[in-house]
């Protein structure tokens, strides 16, 4: 049984969709990065299967439990930590974390012990007595994941985990997370694609409410190998040219450079090897000829993820009640 089964989930805010029929399978064990330009629909989709907001349509199971009829069970499986970790800054680390231990109805006579393995977990047992609020961004982050682990969850869903952090935070938040994903599943989404490249297993792509890339860290970036990046110039409309392009099987991430007074068209596409002659074809079939010219693509996810999600960075402001 998978740790988190996704199938057409929709989410909808009046006429616009953030989530736009989002499918993926997530199993046990797996540590598996989300990745997306800002209003993507990440957020949106994290805070569906944590059950903070409901989806208009779709299925989704998160340890083997619905997240519409059996949203208690989903909790109790799993530990959340959104994008801007919400903390009592007045509280000290350790009676802050009995407190939510409490909440989530922890056992009292568990607790002692549990609040101990998670401040060791979190790295955080030297500032168990201090006041929240005294601590720097990088501890009250480690407060948080100290938080979400003191039910002992299966599944960690984390939003920007690093957001705010200097590079040193990062890389112990980094390393943190590799150290956990060692027995429980990871669900984290991030900007920092080469440190998904580092802890990740696998890497889902998602750009205006819809996954477009989906695989291992290799695989995606064995795609990107296996294929060129071809600049496509030709004196015919601007439009022509690019129906032209889109309609040969094969080409995708299409990008429109640019249009001169000439009504030259030119753009970028990613395409397979194998599909340069029908795209050779295509163009020499427009009025006037074209012509087509190529560069080799680097084998690096963070250059998949550009080509993949560009122009398709984000949808209007507030389209789906998230900054990412």
């Known amino acids: 049984m998978p740790a988190i089964e996704v199938r057409d989930l929709v989410k909808e805010y009046g006429p616009r969709r953030a989530v736009d029929r989002v499918s993926f399978t997530i199993e046990k064990g797996e540590i598996v990065g989300f990745l997306g330009p800002n209003?993507?629909?990440?957020?949106?989709?994290?805070?569906?299967?944590?059950?903070?907001?409901?989806?208009?349509?779709?299925?989704?199971?998160v340890a083997g439990h619905?997240?519409?009829?059996?949203?208690?069970?989903?909790?109790?499986?799993?530990?959340?930590?959104?994008?801007?970790?919400?903390?009592?800054?007045?509280?000290?680390?350790?009676?802050?974390?009995?407190?939510?231990?409490?909440?989530?109805?922890?056992?009292?006579?568990?607790?002692p012990a549990r609040i101990r393995r998670s401040l060791d977990a979190a790295r955080i047992g030297d500032v168990a007595d201090?006041?929240?609020?005294?601590?720097?961004?990088?501890?009250?982050?480690r407060v948080g994941l100290a938080d979400v682990l003191t039910h002992d969850p299966e599944i960690l869903i984390l939003?920007?985990?690093?957001?705010?952090?200097d590079p040193n935070q990062v890389r112990e938040v980094r390393d943190l997370i590799k150290e956990l994903g060692r027995d429980r599943t990871i669900l984290f989404s991030t900007h920092i694609i080469p440190w998904v490249e580092e802890v990740c297993q696998r890497a889902i792509v998602i750009a205006r409410g819809r996954v477009v890339a989906e695989g291992t860290v290799a695989d995606l970036?064995?795609?990107?190998?296996?294929?060129?990046?071809?600049t496509v110039r030709?004196?015919?409309?601007?439009?022509?040219?690019?129906?032209?392009?889109?309609?040969?099987?094969?080409?995708?991430a299409l990008e429109n450079l640019s249009l001169d007074g000439s009504h030259e068209g030119r753009l970028r596409c990613l395409a397979g090897a194998g599909?340069?002659?029908?795209?050779?074809?295509?163009?020499?079939?427009?009025?006037?000829?074209?012509?087509?010219?190529?560069?080799?693509?680097?084998?690096?996810?963070?250059?998949?993820?550009?080509?993949?999600?560009?122009?398709?960075?984000?949808?209007?402001?507030?389209?789906?009640g998230e900054a990412a």
Not at 234 to 252: K, S, Y
Not at 297 to 306: G, I, K, M, T
């Open 39 to 61: 209003g993507a629909g990440k957020t949106t989709t994290l805070r569906i299967l944590t059950c903070f907001m409901p989806a208009t349509s779709g299925e989704a199971r």
């Open 66 to 111: 619905d997240i519409f009829t059996e949203s208690m069970e989903v909790r109790r499986r799993i530990g959340y930590l959104p994008e801007n970790v919400p903390l009592y800054a007045e509280m000290r680390v350790a009676d802050y974390l009995w407190f939510r231990a409490g909440l989530k109805q922890v056992p009292y006579r568990d607790r």
């Open 130 to 141: 201090r006041v929240i609020g005294h601590l720097s961004k990088g501890y009250r982050q």
């Open 159 to 165: 939003d920007e985990p690093t957001v705010g952090l």
């Open 221 to 230: 970036s064995e795609r990107l190998r296996s294929s060129l990046l071809v």
């Open 234 to 252: 030709a004196p015919v409309p601007h439009a022509g040219l690019a129906a032209a392009v889109r309609a040969v099987p094969g080409v995708r």
């Open 275 to 320: 599909d340069l002659e029908a795209l050779r074809a295509a163009l020499a079939a427009l009025p006037g000829g074209a012509e087509a010219t190529m560069e080799t693509a680097h084998p690096r996810l963070e250059d998949y993820f550009h080509e993949v999600t560009r122009g398709l960075s984000a949808q209007e402001p507030g389209s789906e």
